[in-house]
């Protein structure tokens, strides 16, 4: 048997997913394009520097793996297929979408601002932007492994801000 209403949400989790990865990784590269003053990543990447496309994808896969963490438990807990229900619900995980953006692009800003402090004879952002493929490749290992250690904590918060306790449960 065809179960129409797990069908029904899962379409509707998708829709919302690929929604939700727009908006983060537009929001989250948006931020971090304005924090970082010392390079032009859009200029870099149209000119072919393919360091600055490493560290760039780095930047991406990082934020991509903290706001997953954050918003994994998206819609997870619904009860019914109200539009009641499903639109505040959706809105509440799109809050939480954007809290786990901003810590996403605070961690990696925070990471290379570290980095930049403890690695005094080599600066990062210009070696990048002259296109030093050894260093945006170590910088880009970094990220990513914060980005591992980070998602943990972020999932953690997401977990315990769930509105379908609150809101749900007093039906």
Known sequence: MINTLGIMYAIAKFIIGVFYALVAIYTGIWMFDALTKKIE??????????????????????????VEAGVRTTLTGLTSFSLTELTIVAVFDFIKLLIATVLGVIAIYATLSLMDRITKDVDEYEEINRGNVAVAILVAVILISVGFIIRATVFD???????????????
């Open 157 to 171: 918060i997401a977990q315990n801000f769930s509105i379908i306790d609150v809101v749900f449960s007093i039906q």
């Open 41 to 66: 990543e859009w200029r870099e990447i149209k000119d072919g520097n393919m360091a600055v496309a490493i560290y760039m994808a780095a930047v991406v896969f990082t934020l991509a793996m903290i």
